[in-house]
């Protein structure tokens, strides 16, 4: 079992809609998770970076941790085509050692 | 912005050939990270180091790959010989290095795509 599931997608969705992008994990000792964006043919960047469990907005993005569940997910409300790419769940426990999900790919459509 | 740099960008090379990658991170960030991204999954840790010392390359094939970091600032990845199955993104990330525990975010290059034929 890997340590990280992504569904990997791709996923087609409307201007304007919302999204949910998630990610499952296995290991109890992660604490801190990050949600990463790579367009094609470029490095990932980071998007969001929450510690433990809960809630964390920043304009469009939301990012939840349910901890209890092993669980993540990343919203995007009011979609843009400029949003289109594919989205990184990572995370780790103390250290730096990072794991990375295989990427959800997005597209929104026009 | 300060950012990761990388060079080159694309690289296409012959199979059983040698090829070098070149990572410059960003300015004051102790750890470096090279990472390989097969198309269609997520980035996989080849090697890491805190300034010029190797903390972990469990998932080196050192056989043919090898990293260095000399002066504890750029660093270059190594293959020799290539091979078809290294078609792949090569990714170079570099953070602060956090020594007091809990995790430290990671900036990543734009990477350089390489194609052994």
């Known amino acids: 079992q890997k340590e990280v599931e992504q569904d990997p997608g791709p996923l087609s969705v409307p201007e304007g809609a919302i999204v949910s992008l998630n990610c499952t994990y296995s290991?109890?000792?992660?604490?801190?998770f990050m949600w990463y964006r790579q367009y094609s043919r470029k490095g990932p960047e980071l998007l969001m970076y929450?510690?433990?469990?809960g809630n964390k907005e920043d304009g469009r993005f939301t990012a939840q941790v349910d901890k209890s569940s092993k669980y993540i997910s990343l919203f995007i409300r009011d979609s843009q085509p400029s949003d289109s790419a594919t989205y990184l769940c990572?995370?780790?426990?103390?250290?730096?050692?990072?794991?990375f999900g295989t990427g959800t790919s997005l597209t929104v459509i026009p | 912005e300060a950012e990761v740099a990388q060079s080159p960008r694309y690289k296409i090379t012959e199979k059983s050939q040698a090829v070098a990658f070149w990572c410059d991170p960003i300015?004051?960030?102790?750890?470096l990270y090279w990472y390989r991204q097969i198309l269609g999954q997520g980035p996989e840790l080849l090697v890491q180091?805190?300034?010029?010392?190797?903390?972990?390359d469990s998932q080196l094939p050192k056989d043919r790959f090898s990293a260095e970091r000399l002066k504890g600032v750029d660093s270059t990845l190594k293959i020799q010989p290539a091979e078809l199955g290294d078609s792949a993104m090569y990714l170079c990330?570099?953070?602060?290095?956090?020594?007091?525990?809990?995790?430290?975010?990671?900036?990543f290059g734009p990477g350089t795509r390489l194609t052994v034929l």
């Open positions: 990330a570099s953070s602060y290095g956090s020594r007091l525990g809990g995790t430290d975010t990671q900036y």
């Open positions: 290991n109890s000792a992660f604490q801190y």
């Open positions: 929450t510690y433990s469990s």
């Open positions: 990572a995370m780790s426990a103390y250290g730096n050692q990072f794991y």
């Open positions: 300015s004051g960030h102790a750890t």
């Open positions: 180091f805190q300034d010029e010392s190797v903390v972990d």
